[in-house]
């Protein structure tokens, strides 16, 4: 690594501090007094301060965004401390004393300090006795750890190595290891705990489901019965294996496995049933009563490689942890795990990941930091504005809960509001009477429904898991969490209608749930008859909005994360007058592309309430941003009056105030849109149609070709058959009219252009033809490609987005602002237009060349351009601040 690689920048480093330290660690060394310091002593003396010096938060105080923690147990080890910024883990550090030398070769040591790390998914692990510090990477595992290691530092390199400096706060904020790993091949060289758990988990589910098929014939399963016979041997199985990891128990699993082989016969399954036994007789809960599974034979070998697999490796290079493995993690395992369907015959079965069944059922895990900000502005929210009394009967609701991502955290926060509550600021937190209240929030306040039964078995063992403590009895949560449609009632629509006044009658009966909150199902396909209350819209995730807002009780809060389709597309004008007739929106924050990994849709926040309220607080990142977290979202949140919403019947108004301000100039008399001066109409797809030969009846030109500013590309002409259209329809392809690209060009600019020909263009163009006599077709082109309006189509719209193209939608476009100008002014604009028009024609024509003349007609196409720009901003009326603020912002597209 060379100087360049990292910055002079202020890193607030102490580093008057850390010469103290070097100074304080030579006396000592030379004095002999080095023998005297232990462990606790050098963490005292040494390595805190060192960290403290590098910016970190050591003693936690105040209200910083740093912390550092003291870490658990595992296994009867432990490394020392957890450094966390946000709440993430960004390395962990294993402690030696100063008089131990060579730590870095010590194996038991970097075993250490890399599982602990490695089993908390987190990409760094720390061993240091401030003598040495060694940093390992921790992403992979195997049996040599030397080559983890990253770069070891000792104090005579405190100062000279730019290295150190990564291992500052503000270095690990940036991110810059990480950057640094990457550069050099030293990170994600073999799959995080998340990717290798999911892996086998799919494998146990796997080879479980064969055998019973092969060994179980005789009492004629269906697939259902596999299925759940399946998940509740492996709900079972991670709940002891938690049991024991968290210490609340010995391992009688892998010591049941053990002592059978030793003896080398019997049934296995057996052995396992006198565990399940003793978990039902001390925990009492629904997972080890009596089920189906416990009258399956299961060979031997492969009951015993679920059980060995859960605990570790075949080839020993990673031992699980289930007390240490975050419920984010274990729920982003079980959403991909629900991916996968069982196909079974008589004889056999096989499980296959299917995208398909995904997004049928909605299966998406939810990234946490979502689900933190929709529970702390909803259930936070609940807290600080109502009693401990109101508190402890809150209801809260996820409608497709899936594994139980939100209802986890939602419990957590009730949890922690309890522990910092008077009544329970002194009690001991596993103590029996904290035990008490986590099992009245389980039972009094967290609530889920959900399709999918093994998502509810699977949401059921992650709240479980939750509250779980030595020799306490759980409790049942069948009538909290629920197998059902939450969109449907009728039992002859559905075997699965979910009937909510008979399911929760003493909820509905109060008049609903306070909160609720998740992640609805997006894009599948409805019935009218599942969606009574609006009629016309068909998407899954709004149907899911309208029944939460029906099963919400008054001044109570609704959280989702859904498409923003919802806020300004036509289709959704009957949903949002009924959304916004009982709900008022408190927050929305439109998030960038690509929040899901295997779904591509621009998604939103928004947070509701049931009662009235006079300004609601939106925010637009940028489209291009990609982003992990929402903590600082707060500061750029923008007020705006409630009843523009309403106005505008759209939330295109979620904008940075710089855009409001410009929109403001666009309103009166003096402007109309883009639809009130045109009909327009989205183009065909052509294999719908029989393409022709060209001297048949009634057969049109059909244009393979593509359209740029001011140019019309084509390839070839084809002929297709419209004689099924009327002639107003195909007037639409006849005469003078503009042609509209619908991909938003790399610039974010839009790309529109004249033609006059009669043909029929594809479905990726849409056709305006200008009615309004008062208006010039030319002067309306000039618009469509001004840089203004492409600023205000970006900034206003719901740009649709599909592997990473921005699209335009004609919906949007006809909401575009025209100005009004008498038509000699847009005569002298209509000159320009026809020289870009002919200009571009010879452009196209010369090709690519890199010749003078080329270069010659670029210039002149980007001269008049730019004079028609200036032109469009006079017309518009914009101030010099706003002409800055647009070109800015077309100047950063152009250089980046």
Known sequence: MTDSETTNQDYNIDFERIKELISKYEEIKKSGEIKRYNEESTKKDFILPLFEALGWNVSNRGKRNDSISAEETISKKRVDYGFRINGIPKFFLEAKSLKEENIQNNPKYVTQAIDYAWMKSCSWAILTNFETIAIYNADWKGSNYGNNLFFVLHPNDFLSDPRFILLSKKAFENDEIDKIALKYGKKQLKNRIDKQLLQDMIHFREILSKDIVKNNQDKNLTQDDIDESVQRILDRLIFIRNAEDREMEENKLLSNVRQWSQKGKGNLIKEISTVYKYYDDQYNSKLFAHHLCDDLYIDNETLQEVIEGLNRSKDNSYRYDFSIIESDVLGNIYEQYLGNILKSTPKRAKLEESKTHRKEQGIYYTPSYIVDYIVKNTVGEYIKTHTPEEIKKVRILDPACGSGSFLIRAYKELENYWKQNSDFAQTTLDSEEFYSKKVEILKNNIFGVDLDPKAVEIAQLNLLLQISEKGEKLPLLQNNIKVGNSLINDPSVSDKAFKWEEEFPEIMKEGGFDIIIGNPPYGKGIKDEINEEVKGVKDTYTAFMIKAKNLLKNKGFLGFIVPQSWETGEKYLSFRKEIFSKLSIWKVINLPFDTFEDAYVDTCIVIFKKEPVKKFYGYAFPKNKKIDKLLDIESKLTPIDINQILEHDSLKVILSNDVIKILGNFEGPKFTTLGNISKSTIGVL??????????????????????????????????????????????????????????????????????????????????????????????????????????????????????????????????????????????????????????NKNLYSIGRKYTEQEEKIRKEIEKVEDDLDKTVYDIYNLKKSEIEEIEGYFGKIKNS
């Open 686 to 839: 052509a294999s719908k149609y029989l393409i022709g030969d060209e001297n048949e009846d009634n057969l049109l030109p059909f244009l393979v070709g593509n359209v740029y500013r001011y140019y019309l590309k084509i390839s070839k002409f084809r002929y297709i058959d419209m004689k099924r259209h009327k002639d107003e329809y195909l007037d639409y392809y006849k005469g003078k009219r503009i042609l509209v690209r619908r991909i938003i060009s790399r610039q974010d600019r839009l790309m529109a252009t004249i033609v006059e020909e009669d043909f029929v263009n594809k479905k990726d163009l849409y056709s305006f033809k200008i009615i309004d006599k008062d208006f010039l077709t030319e002067y309306i082109l000039a618009l469509l490609n001004s840089k203004l309006l492409s600023y205000l189509y970006i900034h206003t719209s719901t740009i649709s987005t599909k592997d990473d193209f921005r699209q335009t939608t004609l919906a949007e476009l006809r909401k575009l602002p025209i100005a009004i100008i008498d038509l000699k002014k847009q005569e002298i604009i209509t000159e320009s237009v026809r020289k870009l028009l002919y200009l």
